[in-house]
Each structure stands twice: as C-alpha cells, then as structure tokens.
C-alpha cells in the first residue's frame, strides 16, 4: 500500500516496499555514498522504509520550486537534474545513476526543490520520506543516525564543490554571480 501523499508520486507506479530488493540495493553500496558504509542488515532495516517506484523515459520525479519532504534514491536506471536559467529554459546540471540520491534538502528542511529531475531511462527508485526517517530513527535510532551523518557529510561535500565552482569562476575573471548563480547558491546553503 503506498503511503506516501505527494502529487508527482501518485503519477509513478508504485512498486511497494524497498524490503524486496534488499540484495540489490546493498550492491550499489560501492556506488553510493548513503549507504556505502552499511552493513547488508543495516540496509535491510533501511530498506524497509522506503516505497520502491518505476518511473518512465520522460516522467518527472521532481519540479523545481515545490515543497517536498522526501528524497529519491536511485536503484536501476537513470535521472537527469535541471535548473531553470536566466532565460527560464531548463540546464541540464547532473545525471545521477544507480546509488545516486536527490532531494536530500527537502527531505532535511522541508523546503522548496532546487531543480527539476526527470527520468532519461526507465528508472527504479526508493523514497525515503521525513515520516519514514522518523519512524527509522524511532525504530533503530543507531541506523537513523547513520543517515543522517551520511546525508549531512553528502550535503557538506556538494557545499565544498560549489565553494570550488565559485572561485574557479572568479579567478577566471567572473566576478558577479548572475541572479541564477545566485539563487543556486542560496538554495544550496
């Protein structure tokens, strides 16, 4: 029974639980920085509280701007992550793979989505939502906590990149952000 209530969801089919592809999901863990320092039982005990969906070539998980409060983690397939420019036409700004996440800041704060992701393959994913995350840290405070840690050391390192971006782009004599730039920016701090 899905038990997620998001509108974007409810257009994906729905898989069930993630305590079905507990093998699969502990392969990617070279692949992933959530869980690559999970146990195969700590990702059994996480598996269960993500809700497996299928997304087709095309169909968007994500639109920039709505309120969210779950992050995706991607099983098979592929999700490409765009950012309206300045001109409103969407840049292409990541593709994420097998044992990539997005919609980590969502998950955390509840806030407004900073880009839109589409699916560029028939895509499998988990959904970790705030009330599942909850209920794991309530059930198993120790794996909670791991998310949590791995999530925030994840959301460290994208703030260092954009950090990098920044400077490489003023010594190359950029020196004011565009407003794109900018609301990125703030979107990532």
Known sequence: MQTLNDERLS???????????????????PYSPLIESFSFMEVALVSQ???????????????????????????????????????????LIAVVGPGGTVGEMSLIDGGRRSATC???????????????????????SHAGAKILVCLLGMLARRLRETSSAIIAL????????????????????
């Open 11 to 29: 257009q994906l089919e729905y898989l069930g639980k993630g305590s079905s592809l507990v093998t699969q999901i502990h392969a990617l863990l």
């Open 49 to 91: 509280f993500l809700e497996i969906y299928r997304v087709q070539v095309g169909q968007q998980v994500i639109q920039e701007d709505d309120v969210g409060a779950f992050m995706v983690f991607v099983i098979e397939g592929q999700i490409e992550v765009f950012k309206r420019g300045t001109d409103e036409k969407p840049v």
């Open 118 to 140: 589409i699916a560029s393959a028939v895509t499998l994913l988990g959904v970790l939502s705030d009330e599942s995350l909850a209920h794991l840290l309530l059930q198993d």
């Open 170 to 189: 003023s010594q190359n004599g950029y020196h004011e952000p565009t407003p794109l730039l900018y609301d990125f920016l703030m979107s990532e701090l």
